[in-house]
């Protein structure tokens, strides 16, 4: 597609609820700068709001970190603002503008006076639509948020209602909640339908508790000293989009192998093939009296074993 050469800003943009937000937090212009980097980014690729090089590969954090010249810190910090103020919204790691139309340059678009509901959902399947496409991945996108977004839109908050089929899954909530808690000094609730959603989210892709411990231990670690991101230690930052990458960053955690036994010798029974009973007697009292050496014994299968030296 030809890339679009201008993109329309409303004059009343710096009264909108959601930048006045953003002015509120730490960095609040270099968050404000790397919006509309994303969107002159947006208008040059014209692929309806998907962030997409060449049609295939998604733009990572890394990329836009090098394309808008900021620090991956600030990149970061922008994205999981605009994600939670539904500014954008990540499809199996590809990041797209729900609405991008009222930024772009469609007469069409112009000549309407409002969006409907049905025009919205259509365009919102084309974009997940569009992400799927370009990644092997199979998954239903969770972060998927149902509210409209638009700079002069208000937003209606629509969480869905939360199944938790078991106790186990109830345990689990809480378990993830309360050690979140303990780690940031923060009092979140395992009943917040948001919380849950984000959480059952993840636990249907298949993540265990130690993957969320991992991922709170991991940005605990990072930002709970830093009062910038100390913010951004909840759930909907934690448990969104960007969980999978969040966990990568944690350790791995080392195994230690168990030692292979090799060129053992066994020591199978008496040595003689039919030894008389006087025989198989000494032996049994050698075996017994350690004879060989000082802490020497037989295990069980038949190895000499030494608790300072192990298996020989």
């Known amino acids: 597609m030809a890339e679009v050469k201008w993109i329309k800003i409303v004059t009343d943009l710096f009264n909108d609820e959601k930048i006045l937000l953003i002015e509120s937090l730490p960095s609040a212009d270099s968050i404000i700068v790397i919006w509309f980097k994303l969107l002159c980014l947006a208008g040059r690729n014209n692929n309806n709001g998907v962030f997409l090089m060449n049609d295939k590969v998604a733009y990572t954090e890394e990329m836009l970190a090098t394309i808008f010249r900021r620090d991956i810190n600030t990149v970061r910090l922008a994205l999981n603002t605009f994600e939670e103020l539904g500014m954008i919204e990540i499809y199996d790691g590809v990041i797209t503008i729900p609405n991008w139309n009222k930024h772009q340059t469609l007469d069409s678009y112009e000549k309407r006076k409002e969006r409907d509901r049905i025009y919205q959902a259509e365009r919102r399947a084309k974009q997940k639509a569009l992400a799927q496409k370009s990644t ?8 998927d948020c149902s509210s409209d977004v638009g700079f002069s839109d208000k937003e209606e908050d629509k969480d869905k209602d939360i199944n938790i089929s078991s106790s186990k899954e109830k345990e689990l909530l809480n378990q993830i909640i309360e050690y979140l808690n303990t780690q940031t000094g923060k009092n979140f609730k395992a009943t917040s339908k948001a919380t849950q959603r984000h959480i059952l989210g993840r636990i249907n892709e298949g993540y265990s508790l130690e993957d969320f411990k991992a991922v709170i231990d991991v940005k605990v670690k990072q930002w709970l000293d830093d009062p910038k991101m100390n913010i951004y230690l909840r759930p909907e930052t934690l448990f969104a989009g960007h969980f999978e990458g969040y966990l990568n960053e944690a350790p ?8 292979k036994n090799t060129k053992l010798d066994k020591v199978v ?4 093939d039919d030894p008389t009973p006087e025989q198989e007697a000494d032996f049994d009292a050698d075996r017994a009296a350690h004879k060989y050496e000082d802490g020497w014994r037989i295990n069980d299968d038949g190895y000499w074993v030494n608790p300072e030296k192990g298996i020989v």
């Open 269 to 272: 029974d008496c040595p003689w």
């Open 252 to 259: 791995k955690k080392k195994t230690t192998e168990k030692p």
């Open 136 to 143: 092997d991945s199979s998954s239903d996108a969770s972060t």
